[in-house]
């Protein structure tokens, strides 16, 4: 079973390799970044921010799961911000689409959806775009089951209601029964 955690580690690792070889360099760091200095500009972070997953039956839990990983660039606001962030999105997208083992971890090529935003209100300006990479991994999340207490078995009476008191019991159990559970 391979965890958000683990996929995330995965995809920090490949971006970071075609961000260290720009010239210059991209600093590609994996987590979110609050306090951003104007020289760690232009920035790259990598964090996973959703997982879910839907059960698909069996005796052992297992489920399809989903992960969200995003990738947040950051540039300085200046003129051509815009161009200058959507060319290392791109750059990102490439390297992680055109990667064959990083597309045979996911049941299907992974949606993905970019969105500029502005921060005017850091202590350095800027702008950037976040890349939001929604993903099924190709392995199922299986969970062992832990064994815990045995129900042996469930005891039921049956307390039917008084005719002349509608909803009242009479508290004399009309019916009694022990369902026992088969022995293994």
Same mark, same amino acid.
């Given at each position: 079973?391979?965890t958000?955690? @683990? ?5 920090? %690792?490949?971006l970071k +390799?075609?961000? $260290?070889?720009?010239?210059p &360099? ?5 987590n979110?970044?609050?306090?951003i200095?104007?020289e760690?500009? &232009? ?9 879910s997953?839907? @059960? ?8 399809w ?10 540039v +300085?606001?200046?003129?051509?911000w815009?161009a200058?962030?959507?060319a290392l %999105?791109?750059?990102g997208?490439? +390297?992680?689409?055109?990667d %064959? ?8 090529p ?5 969105r @500029?935003?502005?921060d ?6 800027? /702008? /950037?775009?976040v890349?939001?990479?929604? +993903?099924? &991994?190709?392995?199922a999340? $299986?969970?062992t089951?832990?064994p815990?207490?045995?129900? /042996?078995?469930?005891?039921?009476d049956? $307390? ?7 909803g ?5 159990p009309?019916?009694?029964? @022990?369902?026992?559970? &088969?022995?293994?």
């Amino acid at each position: 079973m391979i965890t958000k955690q @683990q996929h995330l580690i995965d995809c920090h %690792a490949r971006l970071k +390799a075609v961000f $260290d070889a720009q010239v210059p &360099p991209v600093r590609c760091d994996r987590n979110r970044a609050y306090e951003i200095a104007a020289e760690r500009l &232009p920035l790259v972070t990598v964090y996973a921010t959703d997982e879910s997953a839907d @059960q698909i039956g069996g005796e052992v839990p297992s489920f399809w799961h989903r992960v969200t990983l995003q990738v947040e660039i950051r540039v +300085a606001l200046t003129d051509a911000w815009d161009a200058a962030a959507d060319a290392l %999105a791109q750059t990102g997208l490439n +390297a992680l689409y055109a990667d %064959a083992a990083w597309l045979k971890r996911w049941k299907h090529p992974p949606g993905f959806r970019a969105r @500029q935003f502005v921060d005017d209100r850091a202590a350095v300006p800027m /702008g /950037g775009v976040v890349l939001s990479i929604e +993903a099924e &991994p190709r392995a199922a999340l $299986d969970f062992t089951l832990v064994p815990g207490t045995v129900i /042996g078995g469930i005891d039921v009476d049956i $307390d039917v209601a008084d005719p002349l008191k509608p909803g009242t019991p009479d508290g004399a159990p009309e019916a009694q029964m @022990q369902l026992d559970t &088969p022995p293994e």
